[in-house]
T-cell receptor, first 113, second 113 residues
Framework: GPKVLQIPSHQIIDMGQMVTLNCDPV?????FYWYKQILGQQMEFLVN????????KSKLFKDQFSVERPDGSYFTLKIQPTALEDSAVYFC???????????FGHGTKLSVL | GEQVEQRPPHLSVREGDSAFITCTYTDPNSYYFFWYKQEPGASLQLLMKVFSSTEINEGQGFTVLLNKKDKQLSLNLTAAHPGDSAAYFCAVSASGGNYKPTFGKGTSLVVHP
């Protein structure tokens, strides 16, 4: 079936550095999402994106976070600078239409030291 | 905004027993309901999408109940087997507005042989 690819699967960086998480969504999907999962349990909404714009972002989406999808390529989440509390698994998801099922990637585990 | 409370956070059953997970949501405008399954180290996979108009939804080896009066969404795994061991997440979204599914905190299910 359709797949969402996330690169890398694991990223280890020092606090204060910049990190970019990459997501290759399902090719014809139009809606994109980032979720943050802590301790393998809680899945929290960060941001959703449509037509080149952020639709909505949560309180977790700090000023240090940004998203973009340049030229219809990867949908990226950039964190600059990173903080210790940013350590988590970040899941990218996409959907064709609003209120349709989300297709999730396998996640990027971010470890901030 | 929408709040979704999922219980229990952890569930351990024996093979052949039923496993019952409930989500209680707050937004009366909630219209789309989903159950996702996340196996260890894997991404979330859709188990079932439930429409607001359907109270009882039968899947393969499970039943999803929607009680709009009490704002509850339930997943009942009948005759659970070890392959059902995973984390289960409900997701809820309202019609209209920015599509932003709100997830429950998840239930970690372990099915013992």
């Amino acid at each position: 079936g359709p797949k969402v690819l996330q690169i890398p699967s694991h990223q280890i960086i020092d606090m204060g550095q910049m990190v970019t998480l990459n997501c290759d969504p399902v090719s014809n999907h139009l809606y994109f999402y980032w979720y943050k999962q802590i301790l393998g349990q809680q899945m929290e909404f960060l941001v959703n994106f449509y037509n080149g714009k952020v639709m909505e972002k949560s309180k977790l989406f700090k000023d240090q976070f940004s998203v973009e999808r340049p030229d219809g390529s990867y949908f990226t989440l950039k964190i600059q600078p990173t903080a210790l509390e940013d350590s988590a698994v970040y899941f990218c998801a996409s959907s064709l239409q609003p209120n349709e099922r989300l297709f999730f990637g396998h996640g990027t585990k971010l470890s901030v030291l | 905004g929408e709040q979704v409370e999922q219980r229990p956070p952890h569930l351990s059953v024996r093979e052949g027993d039923s496993a019952f997970i409930t989500c209680t949501y707050t937004d009366p405008n909630s219209y789309y309901f989903f159950w996702y399954k996340q196996e260890p180290g894997a991404s979330l996979q859709l188990l079932m999408k439930v429409f607001s108009s359907t109270e009882i939804n039968e899947g393969q080896g499970f039943t999803v109940l929607l009680n709009k009066k009490d704002k509850q969404l339930s997943l009942n795994l009948t005759a659970a087997h070890p392959g059902d061991s995973a984390a289960y997440f409900c997701a809820v979204s309202a019609s209209g507005g920015n599509y932003k599914p709100t997830f429950g905190k998840g239930t970690s299910l372990v099915v013992h042989p």
